[in-house]
C-alpha cells in the first residue's frame, strides 16, 4: 500500500511541515491499519524517529493508560516495559480508539497533554502523541461526550480518512 500521506488527496501540503515537528496528531475514521500507517509516517519523519512507536488500544488498555499518566504526574514514573510513557519517551504514543476515554481518562490525558507547549513536557517526558479513533469523536465533542480543551490539544494536525 501506498503512503496516504503523500497522495494529494489527504493534504500534504497542510501536514508536510508538521510532521517533522512533534504537534499532537488526530487520525480520524479509516481502518485500525490505516490508522496505524498514517502514526508510523508521522513517526518516521520527526525528530524523535529513532525511539520507539507505542500503540495503545485505548478501549482495552485504558487502565494501564491511566495508571501510566497518574504515575508520570507523581513523580513516580518506573522504568518498565508495561509502561507506555517510558517505553514511548523520545518516541511516538499512539493512542488508538481514544474517543473511548473515559471521562476520567479523558481527564488524566488532558493534564498530562496540556494546553500550551509540547505534551507531556511539564512532566518530564518528551515525544509526539497521536491519537487515532475509528468513530465520530467530533460528534462526541459536539454532544458533549468527550472534552473539547483535549480534543483541541490533541488536534494540532488532523487526518481524516474514509470511513
Do not use: C
Not at 26 to 39: K, S
Not at 60 to 88: C, H, I, T
Amino acid at each position: 500500500m501506498s503512503d496516504p500521506i503523500d497522495r494529494p488527496e489527504t493534504g500534504r501540503d497542510a501536514t508536510a511541515d508538521m510532521r517533522q515537528g512533534l504537534v499532537p496528531v488526530v487520525v480520524l475514521h479509516g481502518t485500525a491499519a490505516e490508522r496505524d500507517q498514517i502514526a508510523r509516517v508521522f513517526h518516521r519523519d520527526s525528530p524523535v524517529r529513532n525511539g520507539r512507536i507505542v500503540r495503545v488500544e485505548v478501549p482495552k488498555e485504558e487502565e494501564r493508560l491511566n495508571a501510566s499518566l497518574q504515575a508520570w504526574m507523581s513523580g513516580a514514573r518506573r522504568a518498565s516495559e508495561a509502561d507506555p510513557l517510558y517505553v514511548s519517551e523520545r518516541g511516538t504514543l499512539f493512542l488508538d480508539g481514544v474517543g473511548a476515554l473515559t471521562p476520567e481518562g479523558q481527564r488524566a490525558l488532558l493534564m498530562f497533554v496540556g494546553t500550551e507547549g509540547s505534551p507531556g513536557a511539564a512532566f518530564g517526558w518528551s515525544g509526539r502523541i497521536v491519537a487515532g479513533d475509528p468513530g465520530d469523536v467530533l460528534g462526541a465533542v459536539e454532544s458533549g461526550r468527550f472534552d473539547p480543551t483535549l480534543y483541541h490539544a490533541l488536534e494540532r494536525v488532523r487526518v481524516e480518512l474514509e470511513r
